[in-house]
């Protein structure tokens, strides 16, 4: 896998965050992309994602 830089670290970045604040987990993100954990949730804060709280949500 190779490591993303400059514009395209911050157009993957967003991408990612789009998905997230749609309702994608860091594990559903993780399993999509084959990226580590630590590294999606490094690049979601380097978007500006505002991160939920950890845990299910409720039914």
């Known amino acids: 896998m190779t490591y993303l830089r400059g514009a395209a670290r911050t ?5 990612l965050r789009a998905r997230y604040e749609d309702g994608d987990t ?3 993100l993780k399993a999509a992309t084959g990226r580590s954990y630590g590294y ?3 690049l979601l804060l380097e978007a500006g994602t505002t991160l939920r709280p950890r845990g299910r949500r409720g039914a």
Do not use: N, P
């Open 40 to 42: 999606l949730h490094r």
């Open 11 to 15: 157009v993957y970045g967003g991408a």
């Open 26 to 28: 860091i594990r559903d």
